[in-house]
């Protein structure tokens, strides 16, 4: 382990936070954590998490028991800070970066020279020179990398994570970093760091492209999953099994099209790509474009699911609309995770249900529905699921791989191509 770092400060213990700094001391560094949610700090303190996600909850447990970690609301004196807090987008697509600013306005009282100052954060392109701004004007006795280069007491490196919700741990350790330091020697500071516990490359950039590369990353998944999106929309029109036409396309040895679906969720895909637009609107216009597609694909699926309603009330001429039962199989924002958070299946669902239709969901990976967000809607088992009229798959569970013979192929919208 470097010498140099003995001690860290990791200020939000979200997603991200939480999972690196029990790493970190799960590798020997002792780490206090910052939060200012009280209730995850005391979670954190009595060795539990309060968010979901596989292995982290024993990983924490035995860090905090180690007294390696320990949860506070305000930082504290260390050898190097990580800052990774949300940075969420404005109602007009600009990026905020109060959080950001807060927890640079937070630890800069403790600032001493020859500390490390790491936004990890996803982040707009020139948002970790704001922050050495924001750290500077608190500390006018430092010098920063802005005023002084390689001179600066303080050093500001920019060190996007990009670890896959649900394997965050294993991702952690074993990809690759991009490290985009303010200067040279920021970044060669920052990968010492993360060599404490990254088995990937560390690789030494500036901070710029270090922020346009996690964006770059997101944005591109974005654009894919917008093609195969559009593709799903362009078939059903002209009668075309979208899945068999891109099985059959990505048998060309230079074409992989992603999988449509009922939309982009998550808190990285659907937000990141908005970071570029608002830097250069004139420019990233595909990128944009592509945004587009994908917010729009909830609405077609709802569509489709209107159309079924209406050929099942031509069937059934002797019921109405409240009569029609609709199944929702899934609620998560992707496969086999149990995350409602900014997930298209779940805006769906309550879509569908604010228009006063009969909905039941199916989501084997969660035990009740949240209630503020789910009105009249019932949660069911997968084998009770066969008493709806209309089937609507929103998620590729492994759960629901059986579920072929449950229904009436004829009154089924299958959004994700689970049955294909
Ligand atoms: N999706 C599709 N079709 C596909 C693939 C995904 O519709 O073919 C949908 C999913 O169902 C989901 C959304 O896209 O709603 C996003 O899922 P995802 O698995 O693509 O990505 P996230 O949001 O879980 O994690 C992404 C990852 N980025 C990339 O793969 C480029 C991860 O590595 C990042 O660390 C993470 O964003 C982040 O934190 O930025």
Redesign the pocket.
Known sequence: MSNSFKHICVIGLG??GLPTAATFAAHGVKVIGVDVNQHAVDMINQGKVHIVEPDLDALVRDVVAQGKLSAQLAPTEADAYIVAVPTPFKDDYQPDLKYIESAAKALAPFLKPGNLVILES?SPVEATEQMSAWLSEARPDLSFPQQKGEEADILVAHC???????KVLQ?LIS?DRIIGGMTPRCSKAACDLYKIFVKGACIETNARTAEMC?LT??S???V??AF??ELSVICDKLDINVWELISLANRHPRVNI?????????????V?PWFIVAKTPEQARLIRTAREV?DAKPEWVIDQVKIKIADFLQANPNKTIQDVTIACYGLA???DIDDLR???ALEITKSLAEQGLNIFAIEPNIDTLPENVLKNVRLISLEESNIANIHVIL??HRHFENIKNNFDLNMLVDS?GLLK
């Open positions: 997603y991200i996803t996007p994570e990009r670890v896959l919700p649900g991702e990809n996690k990353e997101n591109f998944r974005d894919n999953i195969a999106n992603l999988q449509p679906g009922p939309g982009v969720g998550g808190h990285c895909i659907a990141d994908n924002f992707k496969p900014e997930s298209p998620v590729k994700c």
